[in-house]
């Protein structure tokens, strides 16, 4: 089951992009006592997408993209956000 944060990742992105595929990966267990743990359990995450909104633009847009689309979540409600981001047929 993901947790309050992760659902609020996957809702932001399917609303901002409509993606044809998204995982939101809770990376934070790999990373517990580690720097940026917070105890929450929500800490570090991978993102998985891939949306036609992504044709066209470069790895660094498509990761501004998505950071955008998440607000004040990277970086400051989560210390570790990789970002995977497709469009399809990649």
Do not use: C
Request: proline fraction near 4%.
């Amino acid at each position: 089951m993901n947790g309050p944060l992760a659902q609020e990742i996957a809702k932001l992105l399917t609303a901002e992009f409509a993606p044809t595929s998204l995982e939101v990966i809770n990376d934070s267990g790999h990373h517990s006592g580690h720097m940026g743990d917070d105890g929450t359990g929500e800490s570090h995450f991978t993102v998985e997408i891939e949306s036609a909104a992504f044709a066209g633009a470069s790895r660094l847009q498509r990761q501004r993209m998505v950071n955008a689309a998440l607000g004040d979540i990277p970086g400051q409600r989560v210390h570790a956000l990789a970002i995977k981001a497709r469009a399809p047929g990649e």
